[in-house]
């Protein structure tokens, strides 16, 4: 059974990866249905910025016995008002906004993003067949 990823939107780095990132860290598989927003996000203590590509979607299929990243012990589902409550913990303000833009109805068509996408769901087939 498909389950809607309603919680968490999920977070793309630098690199559009979202379905192969998703699987390697959740063990979960991704499938995107619309693009979110692209954000970008300077830190104020240090001299790095960041990009994040949103995506929304469903994830289908759960591989339980798959390991996760390295560092990474356990995926969590948790609500938009959790994260709110645990912010010092988050990589940064980014991934509250991503998630208010997803709650606010926020969807583009993966249109935008077509090659990149394509270019996703081949990785995450590769990497799932490894």
């Known amino acids: 059974m498909a389950r809607p990823l309603i919680s968490l939107v999920m977070i793309v780095k630098n690199e559009a990866r979202g379905i192969r990132e998703t699987l390697e ?12 927003g692209v954000y ?3 830190h104020p203590d240090r001299p790095k910025t960041f990009l994040r590509v949103t995506f929304s979607g469903r ?3 759960h591989d339980p ?12 589902w948790f609500t938009r008002d959790q994260l709110a409550a645990r912010s010092e913990h988050l990589r940064s303000p980014m ?6 833009d997803y709650l606010r109805g926020r969807r583009f068509p993966l249109e935008i993003v077509d090659h990149v996408v394509e270019d996703m769901a081949s990785e995450a087939q590769a990497s799932a067949r490894e």
């Open 65 to 76: 016995v798959r390991p996760l990243d390295r560092g990474i012990h356990r995926a969590l």
């Open 59 to 61: 994830v289908t299929h």
């Open 40 to 42: 970008l996000w300077k």
């Open 95 to 100: 991934v509250l906004r991503c998630i208010d």
């Open 25 to 36: 860290e959740t063990a979960w598989t991704f499938e995107p249905h619309a693009l979110v």
